[in-house]
């Protein structure tokens, strides 16, 4: 398949900012691409090479890129460079560079996808003495043969930058129209997906064997299942009457998620769906010794520990854990972990995420041996507002952020990739008067004045919305900065400024700065007041009014672990603040 094509659809989709449109011409797209190839065409289309937990980003040092870029135009690296400066997109320039290529190769083979992509692969693989050598002459010969138009792509592509904001549900919407029947068949392509956090892999097997083989998809030891979510609500009665009048309240560890696949060794997976396995052998030992069952897949909190005294830390400890590739046995030794089992989705050949929770628990059971290391969640079944009450008080004492609520009935399957009514929080900041810390997603920056020149005065929030696949601003947070992070702060976004607002951000300020919405902070607030500038849940409460966070602050946790559609949802604020109107 000729590149030249993948590249007119990209242009398409950077021209618009409706979902529709953007999904409109996926589908054209995907009904052209040879089955075989589908797998690659979605990958390279939301900038990859693979799904995000294989852990192997492209992401070529924009040096060695312009070195490519200057072996196949006959331009010199420093006129390159300073072209790049101008411009600020290093696609951009690749275009008119080779525009105007002093160099003419006599025959120039027209690109094919499966060349772009087999040599992309080898830049990503490429490591070791000669690896640099080899990077630069693979993306000459990629530039070499393309038109100015596939070279912009192609350097986007090759240094990390491709972002054109396709979103993994347009994907889904696209492959259920361009292979089946569109209503029917998305849900069960969504199942697919969430079972195996591999939207090729699924696009592949639905373009090859049809809607039959994805009705039939089987959980795979090794992919990741995406994560069941939460609610939450700050009444104990509501939550009861809500899960049915009688529910599991489990212990909320407050710890990191952890996916445990386990075969003749063990892979983990984080909330994100990153593998964190070498971060954790303790884990992995403890876990090798501890599950009685050939292939298993279960989930857990693992919780930083005081071995002496078996007390639980503060959650803070476990992020010296977190992204080590050297002093992993130090930190192992330094700090120390538990792993909180609470649920098992598969064991020995048998997909669980089907079975009501109690029944999932007892395989649990059947198949853990506790140690000091692994454990199992605590947990009381109760229909009474006391027992929840006191066992709440009981979760604080020990250390934990307090009780998740979960539905034992008929609804209690596992709901990979979905956050429902069917698990609800409940945390100690709800008993103050204070609202709970949010999560939003940094969207835009405003200039510093001041003490801040030169770094950003205010960055601009928002929050999620998965109806629309857009982020919905509802505050500007300059409060809660300390000096040392507002300094980082320019170096930090660099890469992540963009022109224009960004195709899935909706917003009436207009910031100095837009950015691509990556970065996930804590933010706490005194109250939600209803807000004539913002648009999260805009119309929701009152025509032509959207909401907002007064006093917002930092509170100084960037949440790494959650990506930007995990942040707080628009209904959440709005929820929050319908409970907040009950308060007063
Ligand atoms: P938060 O920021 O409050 O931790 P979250 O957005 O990361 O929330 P939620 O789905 O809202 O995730 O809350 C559930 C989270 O609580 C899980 O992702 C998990 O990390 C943690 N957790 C702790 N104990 C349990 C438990 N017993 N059962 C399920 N999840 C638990």
Redesign the pocket.
Known sequence: MEYARLVGAYENIDATTKRLEMTGHLVELFRETPPDLIDRVVYLSQGKLYPDFVGIEMGMDEKLAIRSLSLSSGYSESKIESEWKRSGDLGLTAAEVLKERKQVTLFREPLTVEKVYGNLEKIARATGPGSQYLKVKLLADLLGNASPDEAKYVMKAVTGKLRLGVADMTILDALAIAFADAKEARSEIERAYNLSSDLGMVAGMLAKHGLGAIKDFKITVGKPIR??????LTSIEEIIEKTGGRCAA????????VQAHVSSEITLFS?RLENITGQFPDVCDALLKSIRAKEAIV?G?CVPVNVETGEMLPFQQISHRRGRKHGVREAVEEFPVIL?L??CLYVDGEDLTGEDLLNRRERLKEIVEESARVKI?D?VVTDDPRVFGSFFEKAIGDG??GL?A?SIGADSRYRAGA?GWQ?I?Y?RDYKSEMIDTI?LVAVGAFAGRGRRTGTYGALLMAAYDPDEDVFKTVCKLGAGFDDETLAKLPTLFKEYLIEHTHPRVRSELKPDYWLTPSFVLEVLGAEITLSPIHTCGLDAIREGSGLAIRFPRFTGTW?D??SPE?ATTVQEVVEMYERQLKRV
């Not at 994560?227 to 939450?232: I, N």
């Not at 489990?250 to 998620?257: A, F, I, P, S, T």
């Open positions: 994560p069941m979510l939460a609610e939450r489990e212990y909320k560890y407050d710890g990191l998620r909330r989930e909190e909180f609470f649920d969640s947990l934990c952020e998740l979960k956050r698990w929080k945390k999560d949440r672990d959650k995990d």
